[in-house]
């Protein structure tokens, strides 16, 4: 059973646009989540985090969102640019410290 | 979705053995896999790609002679940390790419704590 789902593989949307990705888990023992960003044949890097006394924290052009209750995170994107596109995972983290990731959501940015 | 697994889950050993963590697709033939090491609540650290039938290609400042991989087939992926030492206590993470469908698609293990005493 997965504990970290990201229920949409891909996503495709206009330069300058936001873009949403959404990220769901079913594990209330997740304190920490995180985002990482990667592009084809480079490991993940890391692009923001959240920790489960916020609700929000915001980055730049980035900014995560943690929804408790619904046990639901997603990261905003704005202005998108065509650089973002790339596979997007999410990950969470509990007691022990280790990641268990999300399948991944591909973003695709058309200029 | 496919899944990868990766044996052990946990494992302590004493400083000066050597440990090795398999990793494994199990519904899918993966040409490609990563292993990377992850650091207390933030960073993933990409260790290797480990490519089925050649040499693993390390990332810089990774230890090739340490941190030995083996892609002996399509869906095993063998890391095995040498003369282990306390240092290297960490979460090690395997990931194996699908690339089914014409689209690349990674997907990660479990991961596994390494403890060394």
């Known amino acids: 059973d997965q504990q970290v789902k990201q229920n949409s593989p891909s996503l495709s949307v206009q330069e300058g646009r936001i873009s949403i990705l959404n990220c769901d888990y079913t594990?209330?023992?997740?304190?920490?989540f995180l985002w990482y960003k990667k592009y084809p044949a480079e490991g993940p890097t890391f692009l923001i985090s959240i920790s489960s006394i916020k609700d929000k924290n915001e980055d730049g052009r980035f900014t995560v969102f943690l929804n408790k209750s619904a046990k639901h995170l997603s990261l905003h994107i704005v202005p998108s640019q065509p650089g973002d596109s790339a596979v997007y995972f999410c990950?969470?983290?509990?007691?022990?410290?280790?990641?268990?990731f999300g399948g991944g959501t591909r973003l695709m940015v058309k200029p | 979705g496919a899944v990868v697994s990766q044996h052990p889950s946990r494992v302590i050993c004493k400083s000066g053995t050597s440990v090795k963590i398999e990793c494994r697709s199990l519904?899918?033939?993966?040409?490609?896999m990563f292993w990377y090491r992850q650091f207390p609540k933030k960073s993933l650290m990409l260790m290797a790609t480990?490519?089925?039938?050649?040499?693993?290609?390390?990332e810089q400042g990774v230890e090739k002679d340490k941190f030995l991989i083996n892609h002996a087939s399509l869906t095993l992926s063998t890391l095995t940390v040498t003369s282990a030492h306390p240092e290297d206590s960490s979460f090690y993470i395997c990931?194996?790419?699908?690339?089914?469908?014409?689209?690349?698609?990674?997907?990660f293990g479990p991961g596994t704590r390494l403890t060394v005493l």
């Open positions: 480990s490519n089925e039938g050649s040499k693993a290609t390390y």
């Open positions: 594990n209330s023992m997740f304190d920490y």
């Open positions: 990950a969470a983290s509990g007691a022990g410290n280790m990641l268990t």
């Open positions: 990931s194996a790419t699908d690339t089914r469908g014409g689209v690349d698609t990674q997907y």
């Open positions: 519904d899918f033939q993966a040409t490609t």
